[in-house]
């Protein structure tokens, strides 16, 4: 079993709507927990961080549910430049110390 | 404020070649990260270093593998010999503050690895 486990998709939405990505963690230890961004052939870009009580960035709300290890990112009124590959991202283990696991990432396409 | 520099950005190279990847984190940035990424998935780290010192190589794959930190600034990644196998695109991060596991880390724009 991976450690962080997300559906790849692809999700296909039309602009406006609202579309939530799930992301599963195996390591019961991991303390951080983060959403990055990656455009087609650029670099990972962090997007949030997500911490246990929920956190709100404008149109994106971040979740963490550490009972079930299980991680959210809801986007709102999707916009055309939405358009990426979303990253759940864990820090491995209880020691906190800077290393990141990926999971390999959803797809979303936002269309007109 | 520069970001992450990596070169090249593309190379192309036979199998069993000799090949060399460079990086130059954001200044003041004490850690440095090496990941590679495949097709389709997240980016896996390869090796992890705090300052001059690797911290953390237990996924690099050190019979073809090998990286340097010189003076705990810029880093290279060599890999002897390529694969085939080994085609995917090498990211170097960096972040700031050693050893902790919120600190942000920045990625530079990679380079791409096809091995023919």
């Known amino acids: 079993r991976k450690e962080v486990e997300q559906d790849p998709g692809p999700f296909n939405v039309p602009e406006g709507a609202t579309v939530a990505f799930n992301c599963t963690y195996s390591?019961?230890?991991?303390?951080?927990f983060f959403w990055y961004r990656q455009d087609c052939r650029k670099e990972p870009k962090l997007l949030m961080s997500?911490?246990?009580s929920g956190n709100e960035d404008g149109r994106f709300t971040a979740q963490l549910n550490r009972a079930s290890q299980y991680i959210s990112l809801l986007i709102r009124d999707s916009k055309l430049s939405d358009s990426a590959t979303y990253l759940c991202?864990?820090?491995?283990?209880?020691?906190?110390?800077?290393?990141?696991?990926f999971g390999q990432g959803t797809t979303l396409q936002v269309k007109p | 404020e520069a970001g992450v520099v990596q070169s090249p950005r593309y190379k192309i190279i036979e199998k069993k070649q000799p090949v060399a990847f460079w990086c130059n984190p954001i200044?003041?940035?004490?850690?440095l990260y090496w990941y590679r990424q495949n097709l389709g998935q997240g980016p896996e780290l390869l090796i992890r270093?705090?300052?001059?010192?690797?911290?953390?190589d237990s996924q690099l794959p050190k019979d073809r593998f090998s990286a340097e930190r010189l003076k705990g600034v810029d880093s290279t990644l060599k890999i002897q010999p390529a694969e085939l196998g080994d085609s995917a695109v090498y990211l170097c991060?960096?972040?700031?503050?050693?050893?902790?596991?919120?600190?942000?880390?920045?990625f530079g724009p990679g380079t791409r690895l096809t091995v023919l």
């Open positions: 991202v864990v820090n491995s283990g209880s020691s906190n110390t800077g290393k990141l696991i």
């Open positions: 991060a960096s972040s700031q503050v050693p050893g902790l596991g919120t600190d942000t880390q920045y």
């Open positions: 200044s003041g940035h004490n850690t």
């Open positions: 270093y705090e300052n001059e010192e690797a911290v953390d």
């Open positions: 997500v911490y246990s």
């Open positions: 390591n019961s230890a991991s303390q951080s």
